[in-house]
């Protein structure tokens, strides 16, 4: 069965640094997604994409962060220049050409900013 | 955002019993709804969906049931086992096609 891929799955980072996470959605899908899960809280909307471009997101999505689908097959979530509160679980998930319902998640990157 | 709340942190329930987890959600305007599933270290899985032109849609076990007059959503789990223990969310798609708001979730769990 298909599956949304995510690397890598723990990154430790110092206050400031650029981290880049990324995400392998199920191939033929058309709409990607970040989300965020800080330990113990609710999922957090981040960002959706779709036709190579941004379609929404949210008020944690600012000038810090950007998205990118360099190639047919990654999908990557850039934070330029981290804060400690940016310590969470990143969630990727896609959806199909039926539309953005039904979203898969990938497992998750952890990460922790020092 | 929008205001997508659960009314139970915690629900414990004996295996074989029915289980109802609640969601309450406020934009009146939302037109789709979903449940996830999140086992721990794991990212959300997918249960069922129902959209807003409609009151009920039935899964395998899995019943969702939409009251749109009080804005209340509902995941019944027909003959609960060990393995539906994890926390529940519930989702909706609000005033924007691709944006979605997830509830603060509900831990379910299922005593042998």
């Known amino acids: ?114 | 955002g929008e205001n997508v709340g659960l009314h139970l942190p915690t629900l414990s329930v004996q295996e074989g019993d029915n289980s109802i987890i609640n969601c309450a959600y406020s934009n009146s305007a939302s037109d789709y709804f979903i449940w996830y599933k999140q086992e721990s270290g794991k990212g959300p899985q997918f249960i069922i969906d129902i959209r807003s032109n409609m009151d009920k849609r039935q899964g395998q076990r899995v019943t969702v049931l939409l009251n749109k007059t009080v804005k209340h959503l509902s995941l019944q789990i027909a003959a609960t086992q060990p393995g539906d223990s994890a926390v529940y969310f519930c989702a909706e798609r609000g005033a924007h096609f691709n944006k979605f708001y997830f509830g603060s979730g509900t831990k379910l769990n299922v005593k042998p």
């Open chain 1, 1 to 114: 069965e298909p599956e949304v891929t995510q690397t890598p799955s723990h990154q430790v980072t110092q206050m400031g640094q650029e981290v880049i996470l990324r995400c392998v959605p199920i191939s033929n899908h058309l709409y990607f997604y970040w989300y965020r899960q800080i330990l113990g809280q609710k999922v957090e909307f981040l960002v959706s994409f779709y036709n190579n471009e941004i379609s929404e997101k949210s008020e944690i999505f600012d000038d810090q962060f950007s998205v990118e689908r360099p190639d047919g097959s990654n999908f990557t979530l850039k934070i330029r220049s981290t804060k400690l509160e940016d310590s969470a679980m990143y969630f990727c998930a896609s959806s199909g050409a039926g539309g953005p319902d039904t979203q898969y998640f990938g497992p998750g990157t952890r990460l922790t900013v020092l």
